[in-house]
């Protein structure tokens, strides 16, 4: 079947400008989590969303990222007024509970 | 504080000889493990996993062992192929896996034929 996906795949933005990273996890899984990985780093939790439960927003770096998971599937993250030290490799990942994650291609961000 | 630590930044293992790929952790609520592959400009993929209750799982060419006294896993691959070159990153969870993975930064193999 179909693995996590993600889009873009590559997104290049001015400082101060606001992104949108899109992340579709394989069909039925309840669990989505997002990292990031930054340049030599190893991988960084940003938040979770387990079924209908309040998500786990503990690893956001600051006000400016957020995230939604709309329906139970498709997530979307979001960073305002981006900053050029949030380029990173955004990486999306997807479980059934107590199950091994699966993670997307991620999408590259580079902020100007 | 890094919770998982990899100390080896990368490694080198000639075709056909084992690979052992190390990995540290302090804190002592983890209690499953797991080491992912990692190719340039792909994601991160699944390779083998460990619960704490064991102290060794083998999958192919792919074994882990946990020491939980010294907080300890290894990754060891026999025999390495030229294919295994990547980035293998540790990862160490709470409540056997139902919780964000804390990760290493990874070591580098490099298996040269």
């Known amino acids: 079947g179909a693995g996590v996906s993600q889009s873009p795949s590559n997104k290049v933005t001015e400082k101060g400008k606001d992104v949108e990273l899109r992340c579709d996890p394989i069909s039925g899984h309840t669990a989505l989590y997002w990292y990031r990985q930054s340049l030599g780093q190893g991988l960084e939790f940003l938040i979770y969303?387990?079924?209908?439960?309040?998500?786990?927003k503990s690893g956001l770096p600051s006000d400016r990222f957020s995230a939604e998971r709309t329906g139970g599937s498709v997530s979307t993250l979001t960073i305002q007024r981006t900053q050029q030290e949030d380029s990173a490799v955004y990486l999306c990942?997807?479980?059934?509970?107590?199950?091994?994650?699966?993670f997307g291609p991620g999408t590259r961000l580079t902020v100007l | 504080d890094q919770q998982v630590k990899q100390n080896s930044p990368s490694l080198s293992v000639q075709e056909g000889r084992i690979s052992i790929l190390n990995c540290d952790y302090t804190?002592?609520?983890?209690?499953?493990f797991l080491w992912y592959k990692k190719y340039p400009a792909e994601g991160p993929t699944f390779l083998i996993s460990i619960s704490s209750i064991k102290d060794k799982n083998e999958d192919g060419r792919f074994t882990v062992f946990l020491n939980k006294s010294a907080k300890h896993l290894s990754l060891h691959i026999v025999p390495s192929q030229p294919g295994d070159s990547a980035v293998y990153f540790c990862?160490?969870?709470?409540?056997?896996?139902?919780?964000?993975?804390?990760f290493g930064k990874g070591t580098r193999l490099s298996v040269i034929a």
């Open positions: 969303f387990q079924g209908n439960s309040a998500p786990d």
């Open positions: 804190n002592s609520m983890f209690d499953y």
């Open positions: 990942a997807s479980s059934d509970p107590w199950d091994t994650q699966y």
């Open positions: 990862a160490a969870s709470r409540n056997s896996g139902n919780t964000p993975l804390v």
